[in-house]
């Protein structure tokens, strides 16, 4: 069966054009939606949960700069459809997942950097995103290790 809905995680870096490329080829034989999706992760969460000071401004910022990138994204790939894309807060695979369910989308897309030695330990966003998918997950490689 071909794919109906695809799921783009973008990370709204320069290196999501691959990613979204890669998702649009896919489509383009079968006309198979294309949404993107971006999770600003809150600051309180990445400073551990107790952080002493009042981060909503920062946070704001960090998610309006996240909007502006997303609206580039979409006038650069007009066939991206924009209803069913999503920016929202939390944790990349919990929300990336939960979407995925909700939209019924059959394949989600997400980068991979092939990360090796000490940037292994940490983990990668792609690997995260496999384990507990509602659907197929396809990882795109991309070339920069980071
Ligand atoms: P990383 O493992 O964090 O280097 O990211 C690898 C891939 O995970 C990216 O190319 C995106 O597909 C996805 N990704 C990373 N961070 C996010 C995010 N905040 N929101 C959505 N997708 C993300």
Request: proline fraction near 5%; aromatic fraction near 4%; hydrophobic fraction near 40%.
């Amino acid at each position: 069966m071909p794919y109906e809905h695809i799921l783009v995680a973008v990370d709204l870096t320069e290196e999501c054009d691959p990613v979204i490329k890669r998702a649009m080829k896919l489509a383009e034989p079968t006309g198979a939606k294309v949404s993107l999706v971006h999770i600003v992760e809150p600051m309180a969460m990445a400073f551990g949960g107790d952080v002493p000071m009042d981060l909503s401004q920062l946070q704001q910022q960090q998610f309006d700069q996240a909007k502006e990138r997303m609206d580039r994204l979409f006038n650069k790939y007009p066939d991206i459809n924009r209803g069913d894309s999503h920016l929202t807060y939390g944790q990349p695979r919990q929300e990336i997942h939960q979407l995925a369910k909700d939209q019924n989308c059959d394949l989600i897309v997400v980068g991979s950097h092939g990360r090796h030695g000490l940037a292994l330990l940490l983990g990668s966003t792609a690997n995260d995103v496999l384990h507990g998918a509602p659907c197929d997950v396809l990882a795109v490689r991309l070339m920069k290790t980071s």
